[in-house]
Nanobody, 125 residues
Framework: QVQLVDSGGGLVQAGGSLRLSCAAS????????MVWFRQAPGKEREFVAA????????YYADSVKGRFTISRDNAKNTVYLQMNSLKPEDTAIYYC??????????????????WGQGTQVTVSS
């Protein structure tokens, strides 16, 4: 089992940058694929980015590809989401999630049992 705590959200102007962090408890962080989702008001929670346990592979939604970068530091039990060139449509609550690395990577939010509490990102135009 793993507990996740998201942080780093805030208010930023369009074109700006933010870096989100997700800190995990326990000593088994490297056993998990880590993923970022986001949920805008009135919309479904959607996949943003994922990273495998050893950072060997990363995956991105088309809407953020080239602007966002996911990374992790297993020694610090932390996954990051560097967000550049932010747009107003990136405004949402961002959540990290974890899935055992023994299971296939998924973009379906229902495939994840472990979630952070979320951190608000607001991009003004």
């Amino acid at each position: 089992q793993v507990q996740l705590v998201d942080s780093g959200g805030g208010l930023v102007q369009a074109g700006g940058s933010l870096r989100l962090s997700c800190a995990a408890s326990g000593r088994t962080f490297s056993r998990y694929t880590m993923v970022w989702f986001r949920q805008a008001p009135g919309k479904e929670r959607e996949f943003v980015a994922a990273i495998t346990w050893n950072s060997g592979s990363t995956y991105y939604a088309d809407s953020v590809k080239g602007r966002f970068t996911i990374s992790r530091d297993n020694a610090k039990n932390t996954v990051y989401l560097q967000m550049n060139s932010l747009k107003p449509e990136d405004t949402a609550i961002y959540y990290c999630a974890a899935r055992p690395r023994s299971l296939p990577y998924s973009r379906d939010k229902n495939a994840y049992d472990y979630w952070g509490q979320g951190t608000q990102v607001t991009v003004s135009s």
